[in-house]
Protein backbone atom coordinates (compact mmCIF):
# COMPACT_ATOMS: atom_id res chain seq x y z
CA UNK A 1 0.00 0.00 0.00
CA UNK A 2 1.47 3.13 -0.88
CA UNK A 3 1.54 6.53 1.45
CA UNK A 4 -1.21 8.54 -0.37
CA UNK A 5 -3.23 4.90 0.12
CA UNK A 6 -2.62 5.22 4.01
CA UNK A 7 -3.36 8.88 4.48
CA UNK A 8 -6.96 8.26 2.43
CA UNK A 9 -7.62 5.33 4.61
CA UNK A 10 -6.91 6.31 7.97
CA UNK A 11 -8.55 9.75 7.13
CA UNK A 12 -11.74 7.52 6.42
CA UNK A 13 -11.28 5.69 9.69
CA UNK A 14 -10.60 8.48 11.65
CA UNK A 15 -12.90 10.61 10.28
CA UNK A 16 -16.16 9.14 11.10
CA UNK A 17 -16.84 7.64 7.43
CA UNK A 18 -15.70 4.16 8.56
CA UNK A 19 -18.73 2.47 8.08
CA UNK A 20 -19.05 2.80 4.37
CA UNK A 21 -16.09 2.59 3.42
CA UNK A 22 -15.46 -0.68 5.99
CA UNK A 23 -19.17 -2.47 4.15
CA UNK A 24 -17.35 -1.84 0.78
CA UNK A 25 -14.23 -2.26 1.03
CA UNK A 26 -11.73 -4.89 2.50
CA UNK A 27 -10.76 -2.91 5.76
CA UNK A 28 -13.62 -4.32 8.13
CA UNK A 29 -14.35 -6.38 5.93
CA UNK A 30 -11.39 -8.73 6.17
CA UNK A 31 -9.68 -9.83 9.10
CA UNK A 32 -6.31 -8.30 9.49
CA UNK A 33 -3.00 -10.47 8.95
CA UNK A 34 -1.42 -10.00 13.05
CA UNK A 35 1.70 -10.34 14.77
CA UNK A 36 2.70 -9.65 18.27
CA UNK A 37 5.78 -7.96 18.70
CA UNK A 38 7.32 -8.12 22.34
CA UNK A 39 7.61 -4.91 23.95
CA UNK A 40 8.06 -6.12 27.78
CA UNK A 41 8.10 -9.24 29.49
CA UNK A 42 4.53 -8.64 29.93
CA UNK A 43 3.46 -6.38 27.06
CA UNK A 44 2.53 -6.74 24.00
CA UNK A 45 1.63 -5.20 20.89
CA UNK A 46 -0.96 -7.32 18.64
CA UNK A 47 0.22 -5.65 15.23
CA UNK A 48 -0.79 -5.34 11.39
CA UNK A 49 0.06 -3.16 8.44
CA UNK A 50 -1.75 0.29 9.90
CA UNK A 51 -4.93 -0.37 9.73
CA UNK A 52 -6.49 -1.42 11.69
CA UNK A 53 -4.92 0.02 15.08
CA UNK A 54 -2.72 -1.72 17.38
CA UNK A 55 -3.71 -3.63 19.86
CA UNK A 56 -1.54 -3.82 23.50
CA UNK A 57 -2.05 -6.43 25.65
CA UNK A 58 -0.72 -6.76 29.51
CA UNK A 59 -0.25 -9.86 30.49
CA UNK A 60 -0.71 -11.00 34.53
CA UNK A 61 -1.46 -13.85 36.79
CA UNK A 62 -4.85 -13.09 37.12
CA UNK A 63 -5.57 -12.22 33.65
CA UNK A 64 -4.99 -9.80 30.72
CA UNK A 65 -5.46 -6.13 30.17
CA UNK A 66 -5.81 -5.32 26.38
CA UNK A 67 -5.91 -1.72 25.12
CA UNK A 68 -7.97 -1.61 21.87
CA UNK A 69 -9.67 -4.52 19.75
CA UNK A 70 -9.61 -3.27 16.44
CA UNK A 71 -12.71 -3.87 14.05
CA UNK A 72 -15.06 -6.81 14.92
CA UNK A 73 -14.13 -9.61 12.49
CA UNK A 74 -10.69 -8.90 14.28
CA UNK A 75 -11.92 -10.50 17.81
CA UNK A 76 -10.95 -14.14 16.67
CA UNK A 77 -7.78 -13.45 15.44
CA UNK A 78 -6.77 -10.98 18.48
CA UNK A 79 -7.97 -14.00 20.63
CA UNK A 80 -5.62 -16.58 19.01
CA UNK A 81 -2.92 -13.94 19.43
CA UNK A 82 -3.73 -13.56 23.10
CA UNK A 83 -3.46 -17.52 23.90
CA UNK A 84 -0.16 -17.69 22.27
CA UNK A 85 0.84 -15.26 25.03
CA UNK A 86 -1.29 -16.99 27.96
CA UNK A 87 -4.04 -19.64 29.46
CA UNK A 88 -5.65 -16.69 31.37
CA UNK A 89 -8.76 -14.62 30.66
CA UNK A 90 -8.83 -11.61 28.84
CA UNK A 91 -10.56 -9.60 31.50
CA UNK A 92 -10.76 -5.70 30.64
CA UNK A 93 -10.78 -3.62 27.19
CA UNK A 94 -9.67 -0.10 27.44
CA UNK A 95 -10.95 1.93 24.41
CA UNK A 96 -8.88 4.56 23.33
CA UNK A 97 -11.50 6.20 21.28
CA UNK A 98 -14.86 5.31 19.39
CA UNK A 99 -13.75 4.52 16.05
CA UNK A 100 -14.74 1.04 14.76
CA UNK A 101 -10.77 0.41 14.36
CA UNK A 102 -10.40 0.48 18.24
CA UNK A 103 -13.60 -0.10 19.58
CA UNK A 104 -14.97 -2.92 17.07
CA UNK A 105 -14.69 -5.93 19.06
CA UNK A 106 -15.98 -4.38 21.99
CA UNK A 107 -19.24 -6.68 21.92
CA UNK A 108 -17.47 -9.54 21.33
CA UNK A 109 -15.57 -9.42 24.08
CA UNK A 110 -17.90 -8.44 26.80
CA UNK A 111 -19.97 -11.37 25.41
CA UNK A 112 -16.85 -13.27 27.02
CA UNK A 113 -17.19 -11.26 30.05
CA UNK A 114 -14.77 -8.96 29.63
CA UNK A 115 -15.13 -5.28 31.08
CA UNK A 116 -15.25 -2.49 28.74
CA UNK A 117 -13.84 1.11 29.69
CA UNK A 118 -13.77 4.26 27.81
CA UNK A 119 -13.98 8.08 28.61
CA UNK A 120 -17.36 9.92 29.18
CA UNK A 121 -16.90 11.43 25.75
CA UNK A 122 -15.93 8.45 24.07
CA UNK A 123 -18.62 6.39 25.29
CA UNK A 124 -21.33 8.96 24.13
CA UNK A 125 -19.97 9.11 20.97
CA UNK A 126 -20.50 5.33 20.83
CA UNK A 127 -23.99 6.27 21.41
CA UNK A 128 -24.02 9.02 19.29
CA UNK A 129 -23.20 6.95 16.14
CA UNK A 130 -24.96 4.07 17.19
CA UNK A 131 -22.12 1.64 17.50
CA UNK A 132 -22.24 -1.49 20.18
CA UNK A 133 -20.37 -3.14 22.63
CA UNK A 134 -21.32 0.22 24.42
CA UNK A 135 -18.46 0.68 27.74
CA UNK A 136 -20.42 -0.18 30.79
CA UNK A 137 -17.44 1.58 32.73
CA UNK A 138 -15.99 5.45 32.02
CA UNK A 139 -14.02 8.00 33.42
CA UNK A 140 -13.60 11.96 33.22
CA UNK A 141 -9.99 12.60 33.82
CA UNK A 142 -7.85 9.75 35.72
CA UNK A 143 -8.19 6.13 36.46
CA UNK A 144 -6.13 2.68 37.38
CA UNK A 145 -6.73 -0.48 36.51
CA UNK A 146 -5.34 -2.95 38.76
CA UNK A 147 -5.14 -6.47 38.09
CA UNK A 148 -2.56 -9.47 39.20
CA UNK A 149 -0.55 -6.66 40.95
CA UNK A 150 -0.05 -4.30 38.07
CA UNK A 151 -1.69 -1.32 37.24
CA UNK A 152 -2.57 0.57 33.94
CA UNK A 153 -2.94 4.16 34.64
CA UNK A 154 -6.09 6.20 32.45
CA UNK A 155 -5.85 9.35 31.41
CA UNK A 156 -8.06 11.96 29.26
CA UNK A 157 -6.06 14.87 28.72
CA UNK A 158 -8.09 16.89 26.37
CA UNK A 159 -9.37 17.22 22.78
CA UNK A 160 -6.97 16.06 19.86
CA UNK A 161 -7.65 13.47 17.13
CA UNK A 162 -11.17 12.95 18.94
CA UNK A 163 -12.89 14.70 22.19
CA UNK A 164 -12.61 11.27 23.51
CA UNK A 165 -9.01 10.48 23.19
CA UNK A 166 -7.34 8.33 25.99
CA UNK A 167 -3.72 7.32 26.66
CA UNK A 168 -3.03 4.11 28.98
CA UNK A 169 -0.30 4.36 30.20
CA UNK A 170 1.99 1.77 31.45
CA UNK A 171 4.13 2.56 34.51
CA UNK A 172 6.34 -0.40 35.33
CA UNK A 173 6.80 -1.36 32.05
CA UNK A 174 7.70 2.57 30.58
CA UNK A 175 5.31 2.37 27.89
CA UNK A 176 2.14 3.91 26.45
CA UNK A 177 -0.36 3.39 24.96
CA UNK A 178 -1.38 6.57 23.00
CA UNK A 179 -4.35 5.57 20.65
CA UNK A 180 -4.91 8.04 17.25
CA UNK A 181 -3.62 11.15 19.17
CA UNK A 182 -0.26 10.05 18.07
CA UNK A 183 0.19 7.53 14.88
CA UNK A 184 3.74 6.65 13.48
CA UNK A 185 5.24 5.75 10.01
CA UNK A 186 2.86 6.84 6.75
CA UNK A 187 0.47 8.09 8.78
CA UNK A 188 -0.20 11.46 8.20
CA UNK A 189 0.01 13.77 11.37
CA UNK A 190 -3.21 15.47 12.01
CA UNK A 191 -6.17 13.01 11.32
CA UNK A 192 -8.92 15.94 13.03
CA UNK A 193 -12.46 13.98 13.30
CA UNK A 194 -14.45 17.38 13.51
CA UNK A 195 -17.28 15.08 14.17
CA UNK A 196 -16.18 13.53 16.76
CA UNK A 197 -15.15 16.50 18.75
CA UNK A 198 -11.36 16.31 17.62
CA UNK A 199 -9.39 19.35 17.54
CA UNK A 200 -6.32 20.83 15.53
CA UNK A 201 -5.75 23.63 17.80
CA UNK A 202 -6.14 21.85 21.21
CA UNK A 203 -4.03 18.75 20.13
CA UNK A 204 -0.41 20.20 20.97
CA UNK A 205 -1.80 21.04 24.40
CA UNK A 206 -2.92 17.94 24.89
CA UNK A 207 -0.01 15.79 23.55
CA UNK A 208 1.98 18.08 25.80
CA UNK A 209 0.29 16.84 29.14
CA UNK A 210 0.50 13.42 27.89
CA UNK A 211 4.81 13.66 27.05
CA UNK A 212 4.71 14.79 31.14
CA UNK A 213 3.91 10.95 31.61
CA UNK A 214 7.71 8.73 32.38
CA UNK A 215 7.95 6.91 29.72
CA UNK A 216 10.32 5.22 27.32
CA UNK A 217 8.33 3.35 24.45
CA UNK A 218 5.26 4.14 22.86
CA UNK A 219 2.46 2.16 21.08
CA UNK A 220 0.96 4.55 18.40
CA UNK A 221 -2.93 4.23 17.07
CA UNK A 222 -0.95 3.20 14.37
CA UNK A 223 1.93 1.82 12.94
CA UNK A 224 5.21 0.05 14.64
CA UNK A 225 6.05 0.71 18.29
CA UNK A 226 8.81 3.85 18.94
CA UNK A 227 9.70 6.65 21.26
CA UNK A 228 9.17 9.39 23.45
CA UNK A 229 11.53 11.51 20.43
CA UNK A 230 9.28 10.33 17.85
CA UNK A 231 5.83 11.31 20.03
CA UNK A 232 7.52 14.63 20.87
CA UNK A 233 8.22 15.23 16.84
CA UNK A 234 4.41 14.78 16.27
CA UNK A 235 3.86 17.22 18.89
CA UNK A 236 5.97 19.65 17.02
CA UNK A 237 4.17 18.90 13.54
CA UNK A 238 0.46 19.37 15.65
CA UNK A 239 1.97 23.11 16.15
CA UNK A 240 3.44 23.91 12.66
CA UNK A 241 0.07 22.73 11.37
CA UNK A 242 -1.79 25.07 13.69
CA UNK A 243 0.67 27.98 13.28
CA UNK A 244 0.66 28.00 9.78
CA UNK A 245 -3.08 27.63 9.22
CA UNK A 246 -3.45 30.84 11.27
CA UNK A 247 -1.39 32.33 9.76
CA UNK A 248 -2.80 32.05 6.03
CA UNK A 249 -6.45 33.18 7.81
CA UNK A 250 -4.60 36.00 8.80
CA UNK A 251 -3.09 37.25 5.71
CA UNK A 252 -6.59 36.49 4.63
CA UNK A 253 -6.18 33.85 2.40
CA UNK A 254 -8.92 31.85 0.81
CA UNK A 255 -10.20 28.63 1.72
CA UNK A 256 -8.79 27.50 -1.65
CA UNK A 257 -5.23 28.93 -0.97
CA UNK A 258 -5.10 27.41 2.45
CA UNK A 259 -6.13 24.22 1.17
CA UNK A 260 -3.50 23.97 -2.04
CA UNK A 261 -0.98 25.00 1.10
CA UNK A 262 -1.92 21.96 3.19
CA UNK A 263 -2.31 19.34 0.24
CA UNK A 264 1.83 20.46 -0.66
CA UNK A 265 3.05 21.33 2.87
CA UNK A 266 1.22 18.73 5.35
CA UNK A 267 0.67 16.37 2.22
CA UNK A 268 -3.21 16.22 2.95
CA UNK A 269 -5.56 14.12 0.30
CA UNK A 270 -8.78 14.64 -0.95
CA UNK A 271 -10.66 13.04 2.34
CA UNK A 272 -8.37 14.89 5.02
CA UNK A 273 -9.41 18.19 3.16
CA UNK A 274 -13.37 17.55 2.81
CA UNK A 275 -13.22 16.21 6.64
CA UNK A 276 -10.49 18.48 8.16
CA UNK A 277 -9.98 21.65 6.06
CA UNK A 278 -13.36 23.70 6.92
CA UNK A 279 -13.73 23.01 10.99
CA UNK A 280 -9.42 23.94 11.39
CA UNK A 281 -10.21 27.26 9.61
CA UNK A 282 -13.46 28.09 11.95
CA UNK A 283 -10.52 27.07 15.15
CA UNK A 284 -7.71 29.50 13.90
CA UNK A 285 -10.01 32.43 13.03
Excluded: C
Excluded at 6 to 16: D, H, P, T, Y
Excluded at 49 to 56: E, R, W, Y
Excluded at 110 to 117: G, K, P, R, Y
Excluded at 158 to 179: C, E, I, K, S, W
Amino acid sequence: MNALARVSLAILLSGGLWVAYAHGQAFGTQAAKLTTVKVKDDLFVIHNDFVPGNTTALITNQGVVLVDDKFEIDHDGIIAEVKKLTNQPIKYVINTHHHADHSGGNAKLQAMNVQAIASEQARQNMVDGKLSGLPAMVFEHHAHVYLGGKNVELYHFGRAHTNGDVVAYFPAQRTLAAGDMFTFGDATPELIDYSGGGSAKEWTSTLDSALQLDFDAVVPGHGVVTTKAEMRKYRDSTLALRNRIHGLIVEKKSRADIEKVMRSEFHWADLHVSLSLDGAIAEMQ
